[in-house]
């Protein structure tokens, strides 16, 4: 760590060291006990990567461009060559564009030292290997070479003696005794170089370590290999050195650079339309999930041994739903989760909705898509690679443990916050990738450009985009956006109002003209099946169907009572018969439990039963005139004898009907619906605290100050709750306590605080009793009192 770093980080203005920390809140994860501690945070690889990952293409040419130049670089010969790489004049936007990079680096303290002396921060020439494509310095190339073969490379290089690699890197700095080099080469060997000029400068050839003379050389890499204009870095491996590749760029770091983002191409969308569409979209969406928790809590499919859903029943689900089978994986994952489905056990279990899906189904539908939508943005699962195989060519299916992609929220945010930046306009992907990659250029590759094609395919479903062009709604749940109480407040006016009536007509059918209020809608799923979906649904109604809701308890009369009630037209004539005729026959025959037994008052009836060859695998057996004994199971004679025409009903051992409620299995989850992670900084009043804390153990640092004596007098004590809210207070206002801590032997202290910030059960502060920033648990604190 240098020395001068530290001290212009110690002297940055308490506002810029705030800036800093807010910018790369780790540097404070925990509080570092002065600035020394926080340069040396600041210029670990780790801290410096995660810093470099945050800088758009500009700014990280311009971090190149500081690296590879002799520091310290004056802000005119900055400016000056990233000036070449301009494909124009530069003009007042470039200059003011620079400025403004500088700065940004400066405040990330990547950066330091005045205008005229600018210097990249300890650590950063370590991490940021191979800048803007070009090899390592001739010093670190030649570093395993012999002293034997130096002393030749540099005498066939035309030097006059020494064997060391600063004597090579002297000669190799000279561009005339480049040029030389390169002209005496063959025209075969000069296009190898040009090949590796602009990056990357490393390349594979067979006995790379050959040792050649200039004089013997044959093969174009053998001319290139006794000249030093490549560097054997192993044994089929070679690189070119810096200084040829600036040679062969005519001094220019940089091919092309632009100061500004590419322009996006694609199709304005009228914003209104826009914000209709998706607000569409995102009802269907919260009707999906509806819909398919309704369906599993009836019929709920297997988890398998791998953890995850089968193929056939993710099948099932998109036929179910009327979606494509990649939607319905969506679905079924959103819904994973937000917690509302869950499986019921890790071994012959059942996917199954939890308690979560009850309070969830109660919401209004734009609070419901809120959730929906919140999670799916910060979930870290990709629902788009379920059919595609791992790298054990095992298949990915739904809700496996393997979706997991670390990267997925963060694509996501970005990609909007791309469609954000552009109001109204509905881009290409290939131009969203291309802004990406100009944004953050050292997060490129094949599977983030894989998520960023998800994430504009699921954002359409989801109704976060509407047309390809983002929503107002879906705006309003990116950060700084508003949240999730702007994003209802704007969705609401859009979604179509439930209706609470249906079209029955004479075919035995009833058509919705629109989306029902989920009361009708469940009880007409319970009593009709779905026929058709589209602009309207059209259910059935059969024997089976009003049997499935005469066994769930309904009445005939009630069932009636219902359809005249939700129906703009009469109850037709053969839907009033086939529910009073399917109503009259239902239950007249009762099953049991000897293995099983028939009970019916219409000894006829039983005798039909006996006559009927169907029975025969049931093993019936007359016990009585109105009794009948199966030696198979109670559920298997119900299913048989619902097979063979008749219309039972299964008993409990006391006699009274057991009736079938087919909604209310679930199966145990979270206790509440997730909260999304937040995807903001640390608040300011925990920075400020921070940096107090991080200045007073500086200044105790550097003065060797002694600790202040603990006050007299009795340790604190006060309710838990009452000390968390003051020192809550003491974070925001910056301010001293005085409280009483128990030691890991169970003594209690006395301590005089500055706190800094309170997360994970612990307080960081300024202990001015130890002179020094110190941790402690918050279930030791005593008490807290102000200091007198």
């Known amino acids: 760590m240098s020395t001068e770093f530290t001290e212009w980080l110690r002297g940055r203005s308490d506002d810029q060291l705030r800036a800093l920390v807010a910018v790369r809140p780790e540097l404070i994860t925990p509080v570092p006990a002065h600035v020394e501690g926080l340069a040396g945070r600041a210029s670990s690889p780790s801290a410096i990567g995660r810093a470099l990952d945050r800088l758009d293409r500009f700014a990280l040419a311009v971090m190149e461009t500081l690296v590879v130049l002799p520091s310290p670089v004056p802000y005119r010969s900055l400016r000056a060559q990233l000036?070449?790489?301009?494909?124009?004049?530069?003009?007042?936007?470039?200059?003011?564009?620079?400025?403004?990079?500088?700065?940004?680096?400066?405040?990330?303290?990547?950066?330091?030292?005045?205008?005229?002396?600018?210097?990249?921060?300890?650590?950063?020439?370590?991490?940021?290997?191979?800048?803007?494509?070009?090899?390592?310095?001739?010093?670190?190339?030649?570093?395993?070479?012999?002293?034997?073969?130096?002393?030749?490379?540099?005498?066939?290089?035309?030097?006059?003696?020494?064997?060391?690699?600063?004597?090579?890197?002297?000669?190799?700095?000279?561009?005339?005794?480049?040029?030389?080099?390169?002209?005496?080469?063959?025209?075969?060997?000069?296009?190898?170089?040009?090949?590796?000029?602009?990056?990357?400068?490393?390349?594979?050839?067979?006995?790379?370590?050959?040792?050649v003379r200039a004089a013997t050389a044959q093969s174009p890499i053998e001319q290139l290999l006794a000249r030093a204009l490549l560097a054997a870095t192993g044994e089929e491996t070679v690189v070119l050195p810096r200084e040829v590749g600036l040679f062969l760029r005519d001094g220019r770091i940089h091919r092309d650079l632009s100061p500004v983002p590419p322009a996006m191409e694609g199709v304005t969308r009228d914003q209104g339309l826009t914000d209709r569409t998706a607000a569409g979209q995102a009802f269907a969406f919260v009707r999906a999930v509806e819909e398919l928790c309704e369906r599993w809590s009836v019929d709920p499919p297997g988890v398998l041994r791998s953890g995850g859903l089968a193929v056939r029943d993710l099948k099932r689900a998109a036929a179910l739903l009327d979606l494509p089978e990649w939607v319905a994986g969506l679905v079924i994952e959103v819904a994973y989760a937000t917690g509302l489905l869950a499986a019921s056990g890790a071994v012959d279990g059942d996917w199954l909705p939890t308690p979560v899906y009850d309070g969830w189904r109660v919401k209004a539908t734009e609070d419901r898509w809120v959730i929906l939508a919140s999670t799916w943005l910060t979930m870290d699962r990709a629902p788009g690679v379920i059919g595609e195989r791992d790298d054990r060519d095992r298949l990915l299916n739904a809700l496996h443990p393997d979706l997991r992609r670390p990267a997925a929220p963060e694509v996501r945010g970005a990609t909007l916050g791309v469609l954000a930046a552009e109001p109204g306009l509905a881009p290409v992907p290939a131009a969203v990738r291309e802004r990406l990659a100009w944004e953050q250029p050292r997060r490129r590759g094949?599977?983030?450009?894989?998520?960023?094609?998800?994430?504009?395919?699921?954002?359409?479903?989801?109704?976060?985009?509407?047309?390809?062009?983002?929503?107002?709604?879906?705006?309003?749940?990116?950060?700084?956006?508003?949240?999730?109480?702007?994003?209802?407040?704007?969705?609401?006016?859009?979604?179509?109002?439930?209706?609470?009536?249906?079209?029955?007509?004479?075919?035995?059918?009833?058509?919705?003209?629109?989306?029902?209020?989920?009361?009708?809608?469940?009880?007409?799923?319970?009593?009709?099946?779905?026929?058709?979906?589209?602009?309207?649904?059209?259910?059935?109604?059969?024997?089976?169907?009003?049997?499935?809701?005469?066994?769930?308890?309904?009445?005939?009369?009630?069932?009636?009572?219902?359809?005249?009630?939700?129906?703009?037209?009469?109850?037709?004539?053969?839907?009033?018969?086939?529910?009073?005729?399917?109503?009259?026959?239902?239950?007249?025959?009762?099953?049991?439990?000897?293995?099983?037994?028939?009970?019916?008052?219409?000894p006829s009836l039983l005798d039909e039963v006996m006559a009927d060859k169907r029975a025969v695998p049931l093993r019936l057996r007359r016990l009585a005139p109105t009794v009948i004994a199966s030696k198979t199971s109670r559920p298997t004679l119900v299913d048989a004898l619902r097979g063979m025409g008749y219309a039972p009903v299964a008993e409990s051992l006391d006699g009274d009907l057991i009736l079938t409620q087919l909604d209310v299995r679930r199966t145990e989850g979270p206790p509440q619906l997730r909260a999304p992670a937040a995807s903001t900084g640390p608040e300011a009043d925990v920075v400020a605290a921070a940096?107090?804390?991080?200045?007073?153990?500086?200044?105790?640092?550097?003065?060797?100050?002694?600790?202040?004596?603990?006050?007299?007098?009795?340790?604190?004590?006060?309710?838990?709750?009452?000390?968390?809210?003051?020192?809550?207070?003491?974070?925001?206002?910056?301010?001293?306590?005085?409280?009483?801590?128990?030691?890991?032997?169970?003594?209690?202290?006395?301590?005089?605080?500055?706190?800094?910030?309170?997360?994970?059960?612990?307080?960081?502060?300024?202990?001015?009793?130890?002179?020094?920033?110190?941790?402690?648990?918050?279930?030791?604190?005593?008490?807290?009192?102000?200091?007198?």
Not at 116 to 129: F, K, N, Q, S, W
Not at 163 to 182: H, Q
Not at 502 to 508: E, H, I, K, S, Y
Not at 557 to 574: G, K, W
Request: proline letters at 7%.
């Open 83 to 211: 000036a070449r790489a301009l494909p124009g004049t530069p003009d007042a936007a470039f200059r003011a564009r620079l400025k403004e990079t500088v700065e940004r680096l400066r405040t990330l303290a990547l950066v330091y030292g005045p205008e005229g002396a600018l210097v990249p921060a300890p650590g950063v020439r370590e991490v940021l290997d191979g800048p803007a494509g070009l090899g390592p310095p001739a010093v670190e190339a030649f570093r395993h070479h012999p002293a034997e073969r130096l002393a030749e490379l540099v005498h066939d290089a035309g030097g006059e003696g020494g064997e060391s690699r600063e004597a090579l890197a002297e000669l190799l700095g000279d561009p005339e005794i480049i040029g030389r080099l390169v002209r005496e080469v063959s025209p075969q060997a000069r296009a190898a170089l040009n090949e590796l000029a602009w990056g990357p400068a490393s390349g594979r050839v067979p006995n790379a370590r050959r040792e």
């Open 446 to 602: 094949g599977h983030r450009d894989q998520l960023v094609e998800f994430t504009l395919r699921e954002a359409e479903q989801l109704g976060f985009t509407g047309l390809g062009a983002l929503s107002a709604h879906g705006r309003a749940l990116l950060p700084g956006g508003g949240g999730g109480a702007s994003a209802v407040g704007i969705l609401a006016p859009l979604l179509p109002e439930p209706l609470d009536h249906v079209l029955l007509q004479a075919d035995l059918t009833a058509v919705a003209p629109g989306p029902l209020t989920s009361e009708l809608r469940r009880w007409l799923a319970l009593a009709a099946d779905v026929e058709s979906t589209g602009g309207a649904t059209v259910y059935r109604f059969d024997e089976r169907s009003i049997r499935r809701a005469l066994d769930a308890g309904q009445g005939a009369d009630e069932m009636l009572a219902m359809l005249e009630r939700h129906s703009t037209t009469p109850v037709p004539q053969p839907l009033a018969y086939l529910v009073t005729d399917v109503a009259r026959r239902h239950g007249r025959m009762r099953v049991g439990s000897a293995s099983a037994y028939v009970r019916c008052d219409d």
């Open 691 to 788: 940096i107090r804390a991080v200045r007073a153990g500086d200044a105790a640092h550097q003065a060797r100050r002694v600790p202040v004596a603990a006050p007299a007098g009795q340790v604190p004590r006060s309710p838990a709750a009452e000390t968390i809210v003051a020192l809550r207070e003491a974070i925001r206002q910056g301010s001293q306590v005085w409280i009483g801590y128990l030691d890991s032997q169970g003594n209690a202290t006395s301590r005089i605080l500055e706190p800094a910030r309170m997360e994970g059960g612990y307080l960081t502060a300024y202990d001015e009793t130890r002179a020094a920033v110190h941790r402690f648990a918050l279930h030791r604190i005593t008490g807290i009192a102000d200091i007198a």
